[in-house]
């Protein structure tokens, strides 16, 4: 009568190599979760400045985006005393804003285009970068 099935040493030899294997994927998985965040992140201030954007546009009122560093949160509100006030706060998102290129305030006119151009960098705690660009026609672009 023939017995077949694996021996102890075949299995432990299969155990390490699937190891070994998953301890070269753990830092590439890090690094991708690391751009996925930052890239959700990016999506997510696009989006509020889009907002912020239509809402000018909407209620033919001025928007005024304004960055705290420090407090690591962005708002928005009228600047002709409407009462809305969006808070987005980015600090728990992992990632840190550098100074826009234009400044720490972004305004958007009723007809939807912007006072001044400017680039907003973001970067993860890893060292992703991501950009993004409001132009002077009020678009906002993901870079």
């Excluded at 201030?45 to 962005?74: C, G, K, N, P, W």
């Excluded at 972004?106 to 950009?131: C, D, M, N, V, Y």
Aim: glycine share 6%; proline share 3%.
């Amino acid at each position: 009568m023939k017995q077949e099935g694996k021996t102890l040493m075949e299995l432990m030899v299969v155990v390490a190599i699937v190891g070994i294997v998953a301890v070269m994927a753990v830092p590439n998985f890090l690094s991708l979760n690391s751009r996925a965040q930052a890239r959700c992140a990016t999506e997510e201030i696009a989006s509020e400045l889009r907002l912020a954007r239509q809402l000018a546009i909407t209620h033919r009122d001025r928007v005024r985006i304004v960055f705290d560093f420090e407090q690591q949160v962005m708002t928005a509100h009228f600047v002709n005393g409407s009462t809305m006030s969006r808070i987005y706060r980015y600090g728990d998102k992992g990632i840190v804003i550098d100074e826009p290129s234009a400044g720490p305030e972004i305004l958007f006119h009723p007809s939807g285009r912007s006072a001044t151009a400017t680039t907003i960098q973001l970067r993860s705690k890893e060292g992703q970068i991501q950009k993004l660009t409001v132009s002077m026609t009020g678009r906002v672009s993901i870079l």
